[in-house]
């Protein structure tokens, strides 16, 4: 989360999308995997001489917006039990 001084320089639709990312998983839906390997290979194309477009990423899935899980509380509990410090 941004600090106080550094919201002053932001709007507030940036300010809302940040806390949108930050409570919301957004999954566009799209098989990057040929692209990934496209920027992997990057220095290898201008080492020699290639010029290769940017493969497109095609839409494998419908987009979804799913909320973040929330980590799990541990519980120490049974732990102690266990040893028998409780």
């Not at 806390?19 to 995997?33: L, P, R, Y």
């Not at 839409?59 to 102690?80: D, F, G, I, L, S």
């Amino acid at each position: 989360m941004p600090t106080t001084r550094k919201l002053s320089n932001l709007s507030i639709t940036e300010i809302e999308a940040r806390q949108a990312d930050a409570s919301v998983k957004f999954d566009d839906g799209c098989d990057h995997t040929q692209r990934i390997i496209w920027n992997m290979n990057g220095k290898r194309y201008m080492r020699n001489g290639q010029n290769v477009s940017r493969p497109p990423a095609p839409q494998v899935a419908p987009v979804r917006v799913a909320p973040k899980k929330k980590p799990r509380k541990r519980v120490y509990r049974v732990v102690e039990k266990a040893i028998g410090a409780v």
